[in-house]
């Protein structure tokens, strides 16, 4: 980020734009504080979205506060918003595509729609699992919304905002044209853009780590996830609290416990699938 370089695969544009402005336009602090002031407030922020969130959905104030400050302090997101990385960036992105769903399903209009898809397509050049995720928020949308979805010209709308964020993958071979001391893949090219935007360089990587029964490697993946799952709040009781908060919003709201659920199952997916997911 400090000399504009090019990050590994996919790119992480956005972050590389938002930190660079950071670290240069900022006056204080070193540069690593400057930096990962691009985690800090995304993640801030998050917990911000989660509260409005969970203020709509939840029937008592207090109980809302509560789930809002345990996703707060919660191992993960906390590690990950004081440090510079992207994932403060994509966990803000996730609940602000799920608290505008809940917009839309309070008041269907083409307004909330082309802003869903402006920050949908925002977070795919953020981070590689808004692909799933933003097809999951399309079919969540469609079915709220489907009048809108018979109207070319809100369609049409939603294609453009939804696309146009992606140019923003642009500054890759801008960057690299500089010979950066940090260039992954060298994107100079268009072929070589794509492959670094794909991910090929971590195909090819995760042939190599080919086992006998990669099932099984996958279920010890898994096993693994939910371990760390377990210590997200000191002790795995919490998960007690979790089952009974999700039976409760399940009677109450059966559509955002479900997305939430899928959404769930979605980055697990992609955490299992991650080439470069190690033990």
């Not at 403060?88 to 269907?108: D, R, S, Y």
């Not at 998960?239 to 979605?266: H, S, Y």
């Amino acid at each position: 980020a400090h000399t504009f370089g090019v990050p590994h695969p996919p790119g992480y544009p956005l972050w590389l734009i938002l930190a660079w402005a950071a670290d240069h336009l900022l006056t204080f602090g070193t540069v690593a504080l400057r930096v990962t002031l691009v985690s800090l407030i995304p993640s801030a922020l998050a917990n911000v979205v989660v509260l409005a969130l969970l203020l709509k959905s939840m029937r008592g104030r207090l109980a809302a506060c509560v789930g809002a400050a345990l996703f707060a302090v919660s191992l993960t997101h906390w590690t990950q918003a004081v440090i510079p990385e992207v994932y403060g960036l994509n966990t803000l992105f996730i609940v602000l595509q799920v608290l505008l769903l809940v917009l839309l399903a309070e008041a269907p209009s083409a307004q909330r729609l082309l802003l869903l898809a402006f920050v949908t397509g925002l977070s795919a050049t953020n981070h590689t699992s808004a692909a799933p995720v933003g097809l999951l928020v399309l079919v969540a949308a469609v079915i709220i919304a489907p009048a809108l979805f018979r109207r070319s010209a809100v369609v049409m709308g939603c294609l453009v905002v939804g696309v146009a964020p992606l140019l923003l993958y642009a500054v890759l071979p801008l960057a690299s044209a500089r010979n950066p001391y940090v260039d992954w893949g060298h994107p100079k090219t268009l072929s070589a853009l794509v492959d670094h935007v794909t991910r090929a360089q971590y195909t090819s990587l995760e042939s190599e780590r080919q086992v006998d029964d990669p099932l099984a490697h996958r279920a010890r993946r898994l096993l693994i996830l939910a371990q760390w799952g377990t210590k997200q709040f000191g002790s795995g009781w919490t998960w007690i609290v979790a089952a009974l908060g999700f039976v409760a919003l399940l009677r109450r709201q059966t559509g955002l416990t479900l997305l939430l659920f899928l959404l769930a199952w979605l980055s697990t997916i992609v955490v299992i699938r991650y080439a470069t997911f190690s033990f």
